[in-house]
């Protein structure tokens, strides 16, 4: 049978329960179970698609086009999986589909009510991903914190759930906040005791409670914590803040956890094996070289809107045993005091992300125009891709004022434009180009150097794509596209033969990157800035 483990915060949000559930996952990964993990989020958004990075961090884009919670893509890297949209259940996904029900008249004759037909529906989908994944476990993570209005009727279904699958197939995990004040030194538990006491009051005992905290709890912390949370000392683990956060399954481990978790759900005789894990690790955290990388977007204010990319590139950095050190620079920066783009100098390889609408592109368009005169290093991603071919279009093939029409609809050389089947939509959620879709790779280019295949998938999520009007004059001033769709109508991988790297895609490589296999695209770039830095004559892949 099945087992359900959910996890819930307390205190505040952030406080870093999706590392924690992506831990547990490991944990049991690595004594032979197979897993799998939801994602709950309590907003009233049908999915994370239309809110601002600014907002709740970047969209991360599953294979099947869901547009879902950043925590996905931690599950991913931690437990190398390929999650789908339905592993992220939010309060607008599941009121509409109740709403819809009710309109179709499956509840005739009833008054719809959150007990029991949200809980049920709630319940529905878990027990849906549960049966389709196959999985021994399955994770839930409830988003934000006990006690939040909106996250009253998940943390209801899960103790409902409780009820119906039986103590022994059910286990919660509860982490809370465990300060350190300033003045006295002292690790506080008073916050972690109140959100423990705010669950118990919706009706959920705590199986196992995990202290954040900056620094390991000392046993007279431990013992408070036992007490006042109904449950075993050896029930308690900490998760202190360590240096790289795939560090944590192996803290948690040490600590007992895994094998409390494996026992407390059924499970016997397992074997341990963490040695490949830990050899990422110390690649992580002992590097032999280091790189300095400009990151030049315009979410800059929070590093969130880039977690897949910020990862993809540690990925990078371990399999080249090269820290890689990223500076977030706003675009906009440049926009306002051009002599500032000089200071990209110091930088080992320029980055321009993702990114949506007219601010700060000029900026990223003078990164991108410095990256390629300068010959540093530089990986475009989605709309650097797209504000790559811009910049080439201005100022290799004299295209005055070339532009894409997302940013000016009567550009007299719209390089970029907006898509042909996204003409006349009006809504916008889940409309853009999502997923993964099927790429062709040109032989003998650095694309195929590095994915060393003629065919990859790769997830995307945009609106606009290169003109094919303008393909004649970009192969002419010597930019190749070495990576197109299958029809050979949309552009999707863009590099420059004659630099020492410079390369861009259409799509979104982060989103497959995993700590043990890092995404080519990233790795080529990562390895093009050790070996322009150490002064090598051209990249070795």
């Not at 959620?429 to 650095?446: C, Q, S, V």
Request: include cysteine; aromatic fraction near 10%; glycine fraction near 8%.
């Amino acid at each position: 049978m099945v087992k359900y483990v959910f996890v819930t915060g307390g205190v505040l949000s952030s406080v870093g329960k999706g590392i924690i559930t992506s831990s547990i996952g490991k944990m049991l990964q690595i004594r032979g179970l197979k897993v799998t993990v939801i994602k709950i989020d309590p907003y009233v958004n049908v999915d994370a698609g239309t809110m601002n990075p600014y907002m709740h961090g970047e969209v991360y884009v599953t294979d099947d086009g869901g547009e879902t919670d950043l925590d996905l893509g931690w599950y991913e890297r931690f437990l190398d999986l390929n999650l789908l949209m339905e592993n992220n259940l939010t309060t607008g996904m599941v009121y509409k589909a109740v709403i819809e029900k009710e309109r179709r008249g499956d509840f005739l004759g009833r008054c719809v009510q959150i007990v029991p037909h949200v809980t049920n529906e709630i319940k529905s989908r878990i027990r849906h991903v549960a049966k389709h994944s196959q999985a021994d476990v399955v994770l839930t993570e409830v988003g934000g914190t006990v006690g939040d209005i909106e996250g009253l009727p998940f943390l209801e279904a899960i103790r409902q759930m409780r009820l119906e699958e039986g103590y022994e197939n059910t286990l919660y995990v509860h982490i809370a906040l465990v300060p350190i004040l300033d003045v006295t030194k002292e690790m506080k538990t008073k916050p972690l005791q109140h959100s423990v006491n705010e669950l118990r009051r919706i009706g959920i005992q705590p199986d196992i409670i995990v202290a954040r905290c900056p620094e390991m709890i000392d046993n007279e912390t431990a013992r408070k914590i036992a007490l006042f949370g109904t449950i075993p000392e050896n029930a308690v683990f900490c998760s202190y803040t360590v240096k790289s956060v795939y560090q944590v399954p192996l803290i948690l481990d040490d600590q007992g956890m895994g094998d409390f978790v494996y026992k407390r759900l059924g499970f016997s005789n397992h074997v341990q094996d963490f040695k490949e894990w830990k050899k990422f690790v110390d690649a992580i955290i002992n590097p032999e070289h280091e790189v300095k990388i400009a990151l030049v977007g315009k979410y800059a204010g929070l590093a969130d809107s880039y977690v897949s990319m910020n990862e993809a590139l540690k990925h990078a950095g371990a399999a080249c045993k090269t820290r890689v050190c990223i500076d977030y620079i706003e675009a906009e920066k440049f926009e306002q005091n051009p002599k500032d783009i000089n200071a990209l100098d110091e930088y080992d390889g320029i980055f321009v992300p993702y990114g949506f609408g007219p601010r700060g592109t000029e900026g990223k368009i003078m990164a991108i125009n410095f990256a390629r005169e300068n010959n540093i290093p530089f990986l475009g991603i989605c709309y650097g891709f797209q504000l790559a071919v811009v910049e080439f279009a201005r100022y290799v093939c004299g295209l005055k004022d070339a532009n894409s029409t997302e940013i000016n609809p009567n550009s007299p050389h719209p390089v970029i434009d907006l898509m042909p089947e996204q003409r006349g939509i009006e809504i916008k959620g889940a409309t853009m180009r999502l997923g993964a879709h099927k790429i062709i790779i040109k032989p003998d280019t650095i694309a195929h150097k590095l994915y060393k295949s003629e065919e990859i998938y790769e997830r995307h999520r945009h609106r606009f794509e290169v003109n094919l009007d303008y393909m004649d004059i970009f192969n002419k001033n010597g930019l190749v596209f070495s990576g197109k769709s299958t029809d050979g109508k949309r552009m999707e991988i863009l590099e420059l033969p004659n630099h020492f790297f410079f390369f861009a895609s259409q799509f979104h490589g982060e989103f497959k990157s995993r700590p043990e296999k890092p995404d080519p695209e990233y790795y080529g770039f990562v390895k093009a800035c050790l070996d322009k830095k150490l002064d090598k004559p051209k990249v070795q892949f």
